[in-house]
């Protein structure tokens, strides 16, 4: 939702993709979310009450006959602001709200991890306090946990919280993605399952290749390359050629993703640019000694070959091998 806030708009256009285009799916909101955003809308109710009340005051003063009524914009109690805002949501057809009564144990655990600072427990800093918080989101991950454990189809949070990433990270049947229009062209074409897992990983897997640390790039072949070093992968000319991977630059079009059943391994292919260092060996008849040359190449197109393994912090990657354009 946009900055937080809800927006009834939004939720309709999130239904209606589903709706007419006859996915099987249904849309859920954890009960706390729409706690947080009835909280924010009296929050703002609040500020222009307040707003409003000064202004009414300033006329007075001033011998004005006072331009709004103070009782057209004063908030109700922040209870009566949840019961509209579900109504609302109830007028959406095939949103369904995670309740917690239905899930009993889930608001004890999301109070342990905000008081035990564990899991999404945090500290806020107001002023001179250190405000513990977190069992909001805590509860909402939970529900969403709970009811994809007995769901029959990949579940899906449209999140770019940090915590949310987090918590789902190691998760096989709950994918986290930035925003809605991230997810709004390959969800109509979510029929196979798969297709989602292949979308999901290639999002987690982005910006991961291009050079990291955790990157393991040791044992990885190169082969092809006769446009690239034409004379270095001449056999006729060289003694030998040693080319070796130095980095990956680029990563931008996930071609083939092979993934296992539980979803925690995976193979694939992706097209970038690499960084390449080729040693070739030749000997020099007229001085009688082997000579060596070297060429490095930082913007080499290759199709990337890679291996992965989920692991608790994301992804522990392999670099099979490249093939060089």
Not at 27 to 50: C, K, M, N, R, T
Not at 160 to 181: G, I, K, L, M, Q
């Amino acid at each position: 939702m946009p900055k937080g806030a809800f927006s009834h708009e939004h939720l309709v256009r999130i239904a209606g993709v589903v709706e007419e285009n006859e996915l099987d799916a249904a849309v859920w909101l954890p009960e706390p979310v729409l706690w947080e955003w009835a909280e924010h809308l009296f929050g703002l109710l609040l500020s222009a009450d307040a707003a409003v009340g000064s202004a009414v005051r300033a006329q007075s003063t001033a011998g004005l006959a006072p331009h709004w009524n103070p009782n057209d914009t004063r908030p109700s109690q922040v209870d009566r602001v949840l019961a509209e805002l579900e109504r609302c949501i109830a007028d959406v057809d095939g949103v369904e709200i995670l309740r917690l009564s239905s899930y009993p144990g889930i608001a004890g655990a999301a109070l342990r991890d905000q008081v035990l600072q564990v899991g999404t427990g945090r500290r806020k800093t107001s002023g001179e306090l250190r405000i513990k918080t977190g069992a909001s989101d805590s509860a909402s991950f939970r529900l969403i946990e709970a009811a994809a454990a007995t769901a029959d189809d990949p579940v899906i949070v449209i999140s770019n919280d940090r915590d949310a990433r987090t918590y789902f990270a190691s998760s096989a049947t709950v994918s986290v993605f930035p925003d809605w229009w991230t997810l709004h062209r390959p969800l109509l074409r979510m029929s196979p399952a798969h297709e989602v897992q292949r979308l999901r990983i290639a999002t987690e897997l982005a910006g991961r290749l291009e050079t990291a640390s955790d990157v393991d790039l040791t044992g990885a072949t190169v082969s092809g390359g006769s446009g690239t070093f034409p004379l270095l992968f001449d056999s006729s000319l060289y003694l030998s050629v040693q080319v070796d991977l130095q980095g990956i630059n680029l990563a931008m079009d996930y071609q083939e993703l092979d993934i296992s059943p539980n979803g925690n391994e995976i193979t694939g292919e992706v097209l970038g640019s690499v960084s390449l260092t080729a040693q070739a060996a030749w000997w020099n008849d007229r001085e009688e000694r082997l000579e060596h040359e070297w060429v490095n190449d930082d913007n080499v197109g290759a199709v990337i070959r890679f291996s992965a393994t989920r692991a608790a912090s994301g992804w522990d990657i392999t670099i099979v091998g490249v093939d060089v354009d």
